[in-house]
């Protein structure tokens, strides 16, 4: 586990299966290596983008020590596999997820509160699952499935005064809201990687660490590009 996670793109990364509908491993490592190739910063594996609410519990845990075995050490790799319901069920998954040596442990923020319950739930529910999940850095993940459960700038604030978190993949879309959350957690250590490609340069500018979103699977090179040139 890094102390922080380095700056710039990180594929939401898809999982490839064979025709008999399992994950076919051979396709996985070339990809992991196409990620290399196309020199990423990151890889955000165990995602939406990877099929997590189709996948098992143990074939999330296969695929990822699958991935940290094949990824270059170079390469920072944040995951999630976060889609159980109840409370101690995200806690005994997130203890196996994080035993891989992952650099973050990704929330996924909808997985902490119902729809029509506001956010002092969310934060009562996430509190006790970081207390008991131990010693690793956090990121949360605005998945859109099966609700989008939006961060506001507040209870980002609240995460972010933990210390313990690192990483938001944010899917607002918002430019202006995305400049909230940047004030909001400024100087806390929680970086912002927006997943939309077409306001990516405005939200670098801004002060975003990076790109998280499922374009970088097509054409990550450019956003890579796009991170280390954007102040020129």
């Not at 075995?69 to 995200?90: C, E, F, M, W, Y």
């Not at 997130?94 to 029509?116: C, L, M, P, T």
């Amino acid at each position: 586990m890094k102390n922080t996670i380095p700056n710039g793109v990180y594929p939401t990364m898809i999982t490839p299966f064979t025709k008999d509908n399992k994950i076919d491993y051979a396709a996985v490592e070339a990809l992991i290596n196409w990620y290399a190739e196309k020199k990423v910063d990151g890889i955000f594996a165990i995602c939406q983008s990877s099929e997590i609410f189709f996948l098992s519990f143990e074939e999330r845990l296969e695929l990822l020590h699958f991935v940290m075995r094949h990824t270059p050490k170079n390469i920072s790799v944040v995951a999630s596999g976060h889609v159980a319901d109840d409370l101690d069920t995200q806690i005994e998954q997130a203890k196996a997820f994080i035993q891989e040596g992952i650099d973050a442990y990704v929330f996924i923020s909808n997985r902490f509160a119902a729809e029509d319950e506001d956010d002092s739930v969310f934060l009562k529910n996430i509190d006790r699952v970081v207390k008991a999940v131990g010693d690793i850095n956090f990121g949360i993940y605005e998945c859109p499935y099966p609700y989008k459960r939006v961060m506001t700038p507040a209870v980002l604030k609240k995460l972010a005064e933990s210390g313990r978190f690192t990483f938001l993949k944010d899917t607002c879309c918002d430019p202006g809201m995305i400049n909230e959350k940047l004030r909001a957690v400024d100087g806390m250590g929680l970086k912002i990687f927006n997943a939309n490609s077409a306001s990516l340069l405005e939200t670098l500018k801004m002060g975003c660490a990076g790109f998280s979103g499922v374009m970088a699977n097509f054409h990550p090179e450019i956003y890579s590009w796009l991170c280390k040139n954007f102040e020129k």
